[in-house]
């Protein structure tokens, strides 16, 4: 069964979840930073047993993927990297939600329907 939130439960799990998300986000800012030169180091490296440029960078794809997996392993879905935009699921009025969070925000203060996603933020009004 999957676990749900509430708002509550949401923001106190923030005080783990923050610096996963802050270490994700400086990850993936690296990475993109040597995405042209990765990709054509992953080309060339396919067919002659590796590269220095790429076992550099491939401790940060083995973290990232590790801090993925835990943060999926609470239920908690990671929307956006750049922003570090995340949603939580809960239950609302007897249907499934999404609490959301970015990075730059002190708590967990919107909600939006599954379909809605980012755009169709609202301010939470319950507990």
């Given at each position: 069964?999957?676990?749900?939130?509430?708002?509550?439960?949401?923001?106190?799990?923030?005080?783990?979840?923050?610096?996963?998300?802050?270490e994700?986000?400086?990850?993936?800012?690296?990475?993109?930073?040597?995405?042209?030169?990765i990709?054509?180091?992953?080309?060339?490296?396919?067919?002659?047993?590796?590269?220095?440029?790429?076992?550099?960078?491939?401790?940060?794809?083995?973290k990232?993927?590790?801090?993925?997996?835990?943060?999926?392993?609470?239920?908690?879905?990671?929307?956006?990297?750049?922003?570090?935009?995340?949603?939580?699921p809960?239950?609302?009025?007897?249907?499934?939600?999404?609490?959301?969070?970015?990075?730059?925000?002190?708590?967990?203060?919107?909600w939006?329907?599954?379909?809605a996603?980012?755009?169709?933020?609202?301010?939470i009004?319950?507990?």
């Open positions: 069964m999957p676990k749900y939130y509430t708002p509550l439960e949401a923001n106190n799990l923030l005080e783990v979840v923050r610096p996963m998300i802050k994700l986000m400086e990850i993936a800012t690296r990475i993109r930073e040597h995405q042209p030169e990709w054509s180091v992953v080309e060339k490296s396919a067919g002659n047993g590796g590269n220095p440029a790429l076992s550099k960078i491939l401790p940060d794809f083995d990232l993927d590790a801090i993925l997996h835990r943060i999926q392993d609470m239920n908690i879905e990671v929307k956006d990297l750049s922003t570090g935009l995340i949603d939580f809960a239950v609302h009025n007897g249907r499934v939600v999404l609490l959301c969070w970015q990075y730059d925000e002190e708590s967990i203060q919107f939006h329907e599954v379909e996603g980012f755009a169709g933020r609202q301010p009004d319950w507990e």
